[in-house]
């Protein structure tokens, strides 16, 4: 008859889970890992699947709570201040300060949108890329676009609505020249779904999920 096998306790030292804790924005291959508490941007190349040098923003003492990376810089907002850097994380330029905290930023061509919606506000501004300039602003009583994701094909940006019940997946459209259209939410089934907070626009801009795990067509919500 075997003996049987004996196993001695031991710990395994785990990966660090700080990561958890970061707001990740993936660019041209490439990923940025935005960290509140650290102007320290660490980088990572999806392709070679490799870290890459990190970048430090530019007179920042804490990292932004939001930001957004294109080819045309860095975006990043602490709390009711967005500012644009170079990719390189220099060349800080200040560009609003708004009423409330920037929540989400998103890009289209030379447009960038700044969502500082709360409570039951939906509230957004518009900034022309090229010259740094506000372009327009828009805001909506009731619902709020809060999570927002955006499908530049479609001139919409997404969100749900915050602190209203019954809840709805919410929107806001803008023309080419960066002015707002309507603002609004009560979609096809309103108050019929679990609440949610945040919202993914699929690549191919066809359809809109939120974190409650509803899929929603772009073109009518359904």
Do not use: C
């Amino acid at each position: 008859m075997k003996k049987p096998l004996s196993y001695k306790p031991a710990f395994e030292k785990l990966e660090d889970r700080r990561v958890l804790a970061t707001s990740i924005v993936e660019f041209n291959d490439v990923g940025y890992f935005f960290d509140s508490s650290s102007p320290v941007v660490a980088r990572y190349d999806i392709v070679q699947a490799t870290w890459l040098a990190p970048i430090t923003l530019q007179n920042a003492t804490t990292g932004p709570q939001t930001a957004h990376v294109d080819a045309n810089g860095i975006y990043a907002a602490f709390g009711q201040t967005a500012y644009r850097y170079n990719n390189s994380g220099t060349s800080r330029t200040h560009l609003i300060n708004l009423p409330s905290s920037i929540s989400a930023i998103h890009s289209d061509g030379n447009l960038l949108f700044l969502n500082y919606s709360i409570d039951l506000y939906a509230r957004f501004v518009s900034i022309n890329k090229n010259n740094n300039t506000l372009i327009d602003s828009v805001e909506n009583y009731v619902f709020a676009v809060s999570g927002s994701s955006i499908a530049p094909n479609r001139n919409t940006i997404y969100g749900r609505s915050l602190g209203v019940s019954p809840s709805d997946i919410t929107y806001v459209t803008y023309a080419d020249n960066g002015r707002f259209g309507v603002a609004r939410g009560d979609g096809p089934y309103h108050g019929d779904y679990p609440d949610a907070t945040r919202t993914w626009v699929f690549p191919d801009e066809t359809k809109v999920v939120d974190n409650s795990g509803i899929v929603y067509a772009t073109s009518d919500l359904t």
